[in-house]
Nanobody, 122 residues
């Protein structure tokens, strides 16, 4: 199995920045992509950004964060980052790290961290 531990959340003013980190451990050889999701109070969990754990490092972003957030990874450290700039109050949510296998992998499963709270407020 895979363990994911997020860090870097906290309180920040609108327009400010935060950098989230997600460290993966365990049977990480099966991981194809990692990403960040968030869940605000009363809302469904939504995808924020993903990146493949390949040399290409293909990324995908939700429209709401394009141009403001950047996902990156350090495969040597088994860590994925989310640089969040120009933060808005609507970015307030619990942010969860996700790791998943290639879609064709038999018996593959997704893994989730416990989440880190990001609060954007003046």
């Amino acid at each position: 199995q895979v363990q994911l531990v997020e860090s870097g959340g906290g309180l920040v003013q609108p327009g400010g920045s935060l950098r989230l980190s997600c460290a993966a451990s365990g049977s990480i050889f099966s991981i194809y992509a990692m990403g960040w999701y968030r869940q605000a109070p009363g809302k469904q969990r939504e995808l924020v950004a993903t990146i493949t754990i390949t040399s290409a490092g293909i990324t995908h972003y939700a429209d709401s964060v394009k141009g403001r957030f950047t996902i990156s990874r350090d495969n040597a450290k088994n860590t994925v980052y989310l640089q969040m700039n120009s933060l808005k109050p609507e970015d307030t949510a619990v942010y969860y790290c996700n790791a998943g296998p290639h879609p064709t992998m038999i018996n593959g499963r997704d893994y989730w961290g416990k989440g880190t709270l990001v609060t954007v407020s003046s």
